[in-house]
Nanobody
């Protein structure tokens, strides 16, 4: 049974940085496509960033470009999201997601294309 467990969230002031982690377990084969989504109360999950397994190709939402960096360590089965220059509108629960599917770029942005999800970690950006 695949399990994704996020960590690293917390309270940070505007302009600050946080690094989120996702630990992957329960799978014998590497999960090819991994991503980060975020969610606020009453809203759908919003795509933040994704990375493909063998190419390392990355995709970012417009709000994340230039501020966030997604990376993965296949040897350690971990995914991370470095978030810089955080803004109050980045406040959300951040969720790690994965699928064995080789998604095309446009499919990376849809939460329905991911099979595995973590419980999420809260990020609050406030002074």
């Amino acid at each position: 049974q695949v399990q994704l467990v996020e960590s690293g969230g917390g309270l940070v002031q505007p302009g600050g940085s946080l690094r989120l982690f996702c630990e992957i377990s329960g799978t014998r084969s590497s999960i090819y496509t991994m991503g980060w989504f975020r969610q606020t109360p009453g809203k759908d999950r919003e795509f933040v960033a994704a990375i493909k397994g063998n190419t390392g190709m990355r995709s970012y939402s417009d709000s994340a470009k230039g501020r966030f960096t997604i990376s993965r360590d296949n040897a350690k089965n971990t995914l991370s999201l470095q978030m810089n220059t955080l803004k109050p509108e980045d406040t959300a629960v951040y969720l790690c997601a994965g699928t064995h599917s080789h998604l095309i770029t446009s499919s990376l942005w849809s939460a329905s294309n991911y099979d595995y999800w973590g419980q999420g970690t809260q990020v609050t950006v406030s002074s």
